[in-house]
C-alpha cells in the first residue's frame, strides 16, 4: 500500500469511525457546556438574554431605520442573528479546535474528527437556548409564525449547517495549529462578515455588482438563509439550497484532501 493511499484511508476511517462514536462526541459536547456554565443559575440562558436585549434595541432602531413595520423586522433580526452566532461560534471555536483538543489526542488514542463532531454538537445546544430569542421576537411581532407550515424546512437547513460545521472546524483547526496567525485573521473576518452579511438588512436592499458581493458571493448569506426563511414562512429559493449543497460538497472535498495530507502532522504541531 502507497503512503497516499494509506494516508487517505485513515483519514477517511477518523471521519466515518469519529461519526459512529456518537456517544463520546455526544458526551463530550454535552460535558463542555456544563463545564462553562458551571455555578451559574441560568447556564446557557445568559447568552439568549444578551442576544434578545440587543435584538429587542436593535429592532427598535432598525424598524425605522430600514423602513420597515416592527412585526417584519424583528422576527428578521431575531431569526438572523440565532442563526449567525450559531455560525460564527463553529467557525471561531474550529480554529481552536486541535489547540484546545491536544490534551485528549496526545494521551490515548482519539479520533481527530471527534473534536469536531462535539463542537458541532455543543454549538446546536447552544443554538436551542438561543432559539427561545426568536420564540419570544415572533410572540410579541407575529405570532402566527410560530404555527407557519415552512418550519420543518429549517431543520433542514440546520442540518446542512452541521454537517458544513464538521468540515470547517477540520480545516480551520489543522490550519490554525500550524499557524496560529489564522485565527487572528478569520476573527478579523468575521467582525467585517456580520456587516456585510444580510443580518441586519435585507438581500433586497443592494442591486447591481453591490449585490452580487455582498449577497451572491457571500457563502454565509446562503446558510442563515436556509434557516431564517422557513422561520419567516417562506421557502427558500431553490437557488439558495443549490449553492449551499455545491459549497458543502467543495467544503469537504478541500477539508478531506488538507485532512488526508496533515493527519499525520496534528499530533506534532500541537
Not at 437547513?157 to 496567525?181: E, K, Q, T, Y
Request: aromatic share 16%; glycine share 8%; hydrophobic share 55%.
Amino acid at each position: 500500500m502507497s503512503s497516499a493511499t494509506g494516508n487517505a484511508r485513515k483519514a477517511r476511517d477518523d471521519i466515518v469511525r469519529g461519526f459512529r462514536r456518537w456517544h463520546i462526541w455526544g458526551r463530550l459536547g454535552w460535558q463542555e457546556v456544563k463545564r462553562r456554565y458551571r455555578r451559574t443559575v441560568l447556564g446557557p440562558f445568559w447568552g439568549a438574554i444578551s442576544i434578545g436585549a440587543f435584538v429587542l434595541v436593535l429592532g427598535s432602531i432598525g424598524s425605522g431605520l430600514f423602513n420597515n413595520s416592527t412585526a417584519d423586522y424583528l422576527p428578521f433580526l431575531a431569526a438572523g442573528m440565532v442563526v449567525w452566532i450559531m455560525l460564527s461560534t463553529m467557525i471561531t471555536e474550529g480554529c481552536n479546535l486541535f489547540i484546545d483538543g491536544g490534551h485528549l489526542y496526545r494521551q490515548m488514542r482519539f479520533d481527530y474528527s471527534i473534536l469536531a463532531y462535539a463542537l458541532v454538537w455543543r454549538t446546536l445546544i447552544g443554538f436551542a437556548h438561543n432559539f427561545s430569542v426568536y420564540v419570544l421576537c415572533a410572540l410579541i411581532a407575529a405570532p402566527a409564525l410560530l404555527l407557519a407550515p415552512t418550519l420543518p424546512l429549517a431543520a433542514v437547513g440546520l442540518a446542512l449547517i452541521a454537517i458544513n460545521g464538521v468540515w470547517l472546524a477540520l480545516l480551520l483547526g489543522i490550519f490554525c495549529l500550524r499557524f496560529r496567525d489564522v485565527q487572528q485573521f478569520v476573527t478579523s473576518i468575521l467582525q467585517l462578515a456580520l456587516f456585510a452579511t444580510p443580518v441586519f438588512w435585507s438581500p433586497t436592499v443592494f442591486h447591481g455588482d453591490w449585490r452580487l458581493i455582498m449577497v451572491q458571493l457571500n457563502p454565509l448569506y446562503y446558510f442563515i438563509e436556509i434557516v431564517r426563511a422557513p422561520l419567516l414562512g417562506t421557502i427558500p429559493a431553490g437557488s439558495i439550497y443549490l449553492w449551499a449543497v455545491v459549497i458543502t460538497l467543495a467544503g469537504w472535498a478541500m477539508t478531506y484532501w488538507v485532512f488526508r495530507r496533515f493527519h499525520a502532522r496534528i499530533a506534532y504541531w500541537s
